[in-house]
């Protein structure tokens, strides 16, 4: 060996990754601060890159890093990689070692015994004579308990509002991703590094970089999350939905209208709550609180999430509790629902609507809006207003309602982005004009929509706009007052302070700007 080392250029040799005593050799420089043990991704079926603490499968390939503590290597493995045949033959519950050692391989002898069929990575002799030096008693492991037997995720119910989440990022300066999408994705910050843990399953993050989105991450690496599958109603949004039915928007609202539910019906009352659903009080009828979807007839095995998805996929409360991917997993299977639906005809129909006349106030209303291409265009979760907006449009100016849903749809999208750019534009005006004439000009909205101003204060005292003894009054004032103290403590400050108190409003609340540029609209 000594004389392959001396004579030239290193040598590459392929190491018996399959052996996990080898494996466990090449953790000798696995840096110390990581969360799990070297033992743990040994048995996991892991060895060390020598990257950061970036770990390899010797047989599947699949590298893995960014550890944290608590994290189970065979779980995480089993997750990112199900069809690897090693970790399908280690029971989910194993303990980190075999007692019996029989889970190791003989130690190596020859350069011979170091061939295998596997070829993870080639790695250079020089980097690896520790293999060789070091005797594995005398191996450097650190002492960690491994916590893979253990169910280390718990909820948080206290930081079950968004708002409250938000507030524990006053101290975070990572700039690759926004306290309020965090916030809005479960998480809040635990004080340590740029660490967050989710109030509902208890998963922590870090290690984030720019271009990361936390709700992606959120469910690529805590999938069973049951804030993120929609199974959790404790949460409380920062920004409010726009329902169609305010008194049912909590859980047990709806809930509680079930008390007559027929028991033939084979759809559990608590399923169908949560899923936004609430019973009118007729056959097997339900409606959507949020957005006004009506869903009957339900079958044995139905699941309430994917019908609400199938049939009203653009509303609002369905997005934010199962997200944007799994509406269009379930658009994706049933792709032509609609045009199957106006074919047959309304007898087979899934939806129902009110009589005529329960919702429109006008007869002439009631007959534009429950044309079948109307009320598909609505099924699909346009609202209401801008369905109606579009179909009057088209009566005024051809004579005659829409023929096709395409066209139907092709307009309410291209009226959306007008919309949108409407928004854009008004947000950018304001957005341009000075701090003052904003704070000025929103105040009383300010006061009313801000029920917390901790973190702001705590910037606003950062960037020496307020003093200690402005912060110290302003905090000891009850909750209902401070907001209000503040944009007066601000506003007498001038346009300089006022831009500071603007700034921080348009990076870390964007949908309260969104909502303030809307009553300006309005108003």
């Known amino acids: 060996m000594m004389n392959l080392i001396r004579n030239g250029a ?48 010797f047989l599947c390939n699949i590298t893995l890093e960014n550890w944290q503590p608590g994290d189970c290597p065979a779980e995480r493995h089993r997750r990112q990689s199900p069809s690897c045949t090693f970790i399908q033959g280690i029971p989910s519950s194993a303990s980190l070692l075999s007692s019996s050692h029989s889970a190791f391989s003989p130690p190596v002898q020859s350069l011979s015994a170091l061939q295998t069929s596997t070829s993870p990575p080639s790695i250079q002799i020089e980097d690896e004579l520790s293999y060789f030096s070091h005797t594995f008693s005398s191996m450097p492991l650190r002492s960690l308990e491994d916590l893979c037997h253990r169910s280390n995720l718990s909820s948080n119910l206290n930081m079950r509002r968004e708002q409250d989440r938000l507030d524990t990022f006053q101290n975070w300066n990572v700039s690759n991703v926004m306290p309020s999408e965090l916030a809005k994705a479960g998480f809040y910050y635990t004080g340590q590094s740029d660490r967050v843990m989710c109030f509902s399953c208890g998963g922590t993050l870090s290690n984030w970089e720019p271009g990361d989105r936390a709700v992606v991450e959120h469910q690529r690496h805590y ?127 899934r939806e129902f609507s009110d009589p005529p006349g329960f919702e429109e106030e006008r007869s002439e209303d009631a007959v534009m809006m429950n044309t079948p291409i109307v009320k598909a265009a609505l099924e699909m979760g346009f609202e209401r207003n801008l369905v109606k907006q ?10 005659e309602n829409y023929k096709t849903v395409q066209d139907l749809v092709t307009d309410l999208l291209s009226a959306q982005d007008e919309k949108r750019e409407e928004e854009n534009e008004r947000i950018a005006e304001e957005m341009a004009s000075d701090g003052f004439t904003f704070l000025k000009k ?51 400050k001038g346009n300089a302070a006022s831009e500071v108190f603007k700034n921080w409003i348009q990076k870390n609340d964007v949908y309260l700007l969104r909502e303030l540029m809307g009553r300006s609209h309005n108003a």
């Open 10 to 57: 290193p040598v590459d040799l392929h190491y018996d990754y399959s052996s996990e005593l080898f494996r466990i050799s090449t953790f000798a420089k696995f840096p110390a601060n990581v969360g799990v043990s070297e033992r743990s991704l040994a048995r996991a079926g892991f060895y060390y890159t020598g990257i950061g603490d970036k770990v390899q499968c």
């Open 223 to 349: 999938p069973q999350c049951r804030f993120m599958r929609g199974e959790r109603t404790e949460n409380v949004p920062l920004t409010p939905l726009c329902v169609s039915n305010p008194v049912m928007q909590l859980y047990e609202e709806r809930l509680a209208t079930f008390i007559n539910w027929p028991t033939r019906i084979p759809v559990r009352p608590d399923q169908l709550a949560k899923a936004g659903f609430y019973y009118v009080g007729r056959n097997d009828d339900v409606k959507c609180f949020c957005c006004d979807g009506g869903l009957r007839c339900w079958e044995s095995g139905d699941d309430p999430w994917v019908e609400h998805a199938k049939w009203f996929p653009r509303c609002e409360y369905l997005l934010q509790e199962r997200g944007q991917d799994f509406v269009h997993q379930i658009q994706a299977r049933f792709p032509r629902l609609f045009e199957q639906l106006l074919s047959n005809g309304d007898n087979n129909s």
């Open 390 to 399: 579009t179909v009057q449009s088209k009566i005024l100016a051809t004579g």
């Open 442 to 492: 929103h105040r009383a909205a300010l006061t009313h929509r801000l029920k917390s101003v901790k973190s702001l204060m705590e910037h606003l005292l950062e960037q020496s706009v307020i003093a200690p003894k402005e912060y110290e009054a302003i905090h000891s004032a009850s909750s209902d007052k401070q907001t209000a103290q503040l944009i007066d403590v601000v506003l007498s």
